[in-house]
């Protein structure tokens, strides 16, 4: 039998998502109706109340005052770790940079020692409190990557326990295998890039763990021809390929990612036009992670030449130990600031965008009809609040297929 779970009525403002006349298609005075877990109606209060009336619903939820935003879609983080890297954060504030960090063994290598101590329970423990962070901050989807253990046997163990997370934990959790995140000490890439076509991309796919293969492609980590074996291999293997690309030196990963005809290209600082150009004709959805950029206080990826030249880009936490911010409305706040994004635009790149970075639209980041009730309730009049009120959590409650979740 279907029921009606959930009516919110009242907002000052609903947003469905992108518009095709307007940046955004939204409703002022708004109700939206759920029933079964999904959106049935959106549009203004009054008619949506005379449909679904509030009292047959389970959950009334007046949002006089607040507005309603779609549950943000953070494509790009590095959730699961252990350990404690913030020395390294105060010694890049004192000049010192993150590859010399990493060529000492700190930095990625650290975290990979810290991971290989811990066991499995410590490990979920780590991500829940984590994903709990991000959920209450407005994030209903997130892609959480494995490559803190750069061995068969860790990186199985870390895909299990994000497997682990998803089940146990409202949130949905889209798992990318990236064995190919750094160079173990006392190997050299080509061997490694070997082992991780070899022994762990087999081992991953045979237990069906993970949905999308990334590398980071970058001077002194891999190659764009190491990249290319790997993602190559992961095609065979039945995984979509991402990429971390163009991050601290243009070495083309993002045509790689237009030639393997990637998911998404990630970061992106120091692509220029003929990179974008091949992102777009590609359908590369270009991931930008402005955290990064801002705690390495490097220069921002060059958002606005993306939607210039036609194309649109995702905007993600990134959070790692190294950007170690769980909140997507930080991120949409940088995306405008520093990046030069509307809000209406970073919050489509935060939340149907990134849906688009995890092959999802027909899942996430939008409030039309028939799609998952994935919400944010902004304890604000309008979307913008999310940007303007930097560094606060604008969040009040956030509803996962309908239903409000307190943790
Ligand atoms: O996307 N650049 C490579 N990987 C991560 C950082 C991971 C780490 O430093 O632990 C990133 O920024
Ligand atoms: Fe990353």
New binding site residues.
Partial sequence: MTELTTIVHDASEIVVGPGTDEPLERYENAAIAVTDGRVTAVGPTNEITDEYPVENATHAINADGKSVIPGFVDS?T?AL?AGD?SDEFAAKLGGEQ?QDI?AEGG??LR?VRAVRERSDDELLVNVLFHLDTMFAHGTTTVEIKS??GLDTETELRMLDVIRRADESHPMDVVPTFMGA?AVPEETDADTYTDRVIDEQLPAVADQGVAEFCDV?C?EDVFSVEQSRRVLEAGLEHGLTPKI?AE?FVRLGGAQLAAEVGATSA??LLHANEDDRAALTEAGVTPVL?PG?AFSLEADYADARAFFDDGGSVAVAT?F????YSQSMGFAIALACVGMGMTPAEALIAGTHSGARALDRTDKAGMLREGMPADMAIVDAPSHVHVPYNFGVNTVETVLKGGEPVHR
């Fill in positions: 790009h590095h770790f890297r993150y990493l930095g990625i975290t490559g803190y995140h980071f970058e971390h991050e990630d970061h992670l990064t990134d790692n130990p190294n950007c």
